[in-house]
């Protein structure tokens, strides 16, 4: 299946999905008032959707340049948010130059440039580590380097991945897979952790998550891995499931690792730009290590398939 019939392919699986999710919403809400509790959470969350997916989906469809434009805007503003919870905003000069690396690192994803792409974290390290000696300053600059590094890798190269494999061949098949198997393992998590949610994952760093709620999320996304085999039917069904099982553990830990900077930060969102969801990072953090898993993943089974590898 090529870019162009994924496309088409794409805008009606997200129709469908769309739909499906709000089939559960609804049932999840009846369950919610049997049991006594506010129904408006779920739904204030799901509509969200609305608001959050054309920006990403259309793009994607239709567009390799538009997509990846999106992406590096999404790059920046993550950065942003987290300059903004750790302090790091302060320092205005600094923060410039971590969205000056932060640009660098997109541009071999412009120019389909691969090798200097995977190269980009040694030069971006690199030019952050240098900042205070051009400023000529050493006072708490160990603190706000080692941050500036974690944001820039962390929120510019690591989610980078998921612009860079819109150069493949099958890329829309692959991206709309990556994303819906990551949101939808949080959503699942969230549905079944709210029902069934006994026994607490990690209390102290995520009081809410459980281990009811993510093995039923894990379970539902395999299922739902199968119903979306037709867009990637390159992709090996055995190879198929075992990457939908470390996206969706996976999704979890960059959820949970946000989630402990928010606790050590005394803070319960990162933003508010998105209503029911909190800020972009608590909406797409757990993109942040799927993306260069999913990435590396398809490109050391399958890269021979595609050119931009």
Known sequence: MNNTEAGRYVMIATACLMGGFGVLV??????AKLRGRPAWPIWRRYLAWFVITPPLVLPLAYSKVGYQVVVFVLSSLCFREYSRATGLWK??????????????????????WYGFYQAMPAFAMAFVLMIPV??????HMIQKVCLA??????????????????????????IFFLLVIVESNDAFGYLWGSLIGRRKLVPQISPNKTREGMIGAVV????????????????????????TFVLA??????????????????????GSVIPGHGGLLD???????????????????????SHGW
């Open 283 to 305: 909406r797409f953090d757990s993109l942040l290590l799927t993306a260069p898993m999913f990435f590396h993943f398809l490109r050391y089974h399958y890269g021979h398939l």
């Open 134 to 139: 051009i400023r000529d300053e050493y006072e």
């Open 149 to 174: 590094i974690l944001g820039v890798l962390y929120f510019g190269w690591f989610l980078s991945h998921v612009a860079f494999l819109r150069n493949v061949e099958h890329s829309v098949a692959y």
């Open 26 to 31: 609804a049932v999840w809400s009846v369950i």
């Open 91 to 112: 320092d205005k000069k600094l923060v410039i130059a971590c969205h000056v690396a932060i640009a660098a690192i997109y541009y071999p994803v412009f120019v389909e």
């Open 249 to 270: 553990v996976f999704g979890v830990c960059g959820d949970l690792m946000m989630s402990y900077i928010k606790r050590d930060l005394r803070i319960k969102d990162t």
């Open 220 to 243: 539902s996304v395999l299922g739902l891995a199968v119903l979306l085999r037709v867009l990637v039917p390159q992709i090996s069904t055995p190879h198929l499931l075992v990457l």
